[in-house]
């Protein structure tokens, strides 16, 4: 323990990232970055389609930046450039590929506990997010699937019938992205799309228009099995229809077993307690970034809970 780092940071997404910059800024001198993967943002890069848009206004949430951090409307690879700069603008200390299993507070400082050893601080800013471990469909999917059931669009080939499931951001964008080589059917289960941005809504009713894709509304699949290699879906109004390939974009589940492990108190529908400055109900361990938020939240709103947090342990020195 002869190394004490003030501020340990857990997660290289938006928040992580945000986090560090505003931690630079505020002069914090000893700062350790922690990130899973090989590099920053993750899930972009790896749930992301190259060239797919990156919105600051996500599901109609209108953010207004209250830090240090900036940022704007683009696609995956002019944020991941913008995120790159802005790590370079820091002395921040970073250890990659290194997974964190657990944060314990004893005697006044934390134990990080990692795939590449532990590490100490007096406090630290937990921003994992939640696409890192997508959410499943209630059903059990065919092992011999693996290969042809995906969560993003990256396996995708040339003229495939595909179905995606979701009517979210990311399903909406997958489904439209395809089409140029892929006859597409978007499944989802609502009447109307609903938790899409005005551009994307505005995008998969025009190509249903152009008949360039389907559309099944008010759909939910209920079970897929093998069809001689393929994926037979099978939907609660009892049909099914048989596809070549079919991606789940249906959001991603908060990693509970990590919060129970770091002693983060969680409510009744096992979601973090937390104050206004984004504490938990450990002192000095705090969250950022959508892992909070049952339904996710923008890229905006991570950028702001670092600059709340980082404020509100400087209000404490």
């Known amino acids: 323990m002869s190394d004490i780092y003030d501020l340990i940071i857990v997660g290289g997404g938006p928040g992580g990232i945000a986090s560090a910059v505003e931690a630079y800024i505020f002069k914090i001198k000893k700062v350790l970055l922690i990130e899973k993967g090989d590099n920053h943002s993750q899930t972009i890069r790896k749930y992301y389609k190259d060239s797919k848009r990156v919105d600051k206004v996500w599901r109609k949430q209108e953010i207004e930046l209250i830090g240090n951090v900036d940022f704007f409307d683009g696609t995956k690879e002019s944020t991941l450039d913008h995120f790159d700069s802005l790590l370079e603008k820091g002395i921040i200390d970073t250890q990659y590929n290194s997974e964190v299993y657990s944060v314990i507070k004893k005697e006044n400082i934390f134990k990080v506990t990692s795939s590449k050893g532990d590490f100490y601080a007096k406090n630290v800013i937990v921003s994992i997010g939640r696409m890192g471990k997508p959410n499943k469909p209630p059903y059990e999917l065919p092992r ?174």
Do not use: W
Not at 274 to 285: A, I, K, P, Q, R
């Open 144 to 317: 011999s699937l693996k290969a042809i059931i995906n969560h993003n669009a990256y396996d995708c080939g040339g003229e495939e019938n595909i179905l995606v499931v979701g009517g979210g951001d990311s399903a909406v964008e997958y489904a439209c992205q395809l089409t140029t080589v892929n006859k597409i059917t978007l499944s989802h289960r609502g009447i109307h799309i609903k938790d899409a941005n005005d551009i994307n809504l505005e995008m998969i009713t025009r190509y249903e228009k152009e008949k360039r894709l389907t559309v099944l509304h008010n759909s939910t699949t209920i079970a897929i099995d093998d069809k001689d290699g393929k994926a037979q879906v099978s939907f609660a109004d009892k049909t099914s229809i048989i596809y070549d390939r079919v991606i789940f974009a249906i959001g991603g589940t908060t990693p509970i077993g990590f919060m129970q492990s770091s002693s983060i108190d969680l409510d009744e529908k096992e979601r973090p307690i937390f104050s206004e400055e984004f504490e938990t109900s450990v002192e000095g361990l705090y969250l950022a970034g959508d892992i909070i938020y049952s339904k996710g939240g923008s890229i905006a709103m991570a950028i702001n809970h670092a600059y709340t947090i980082i404020t509100d342990i400087m209000s404490k020195n």
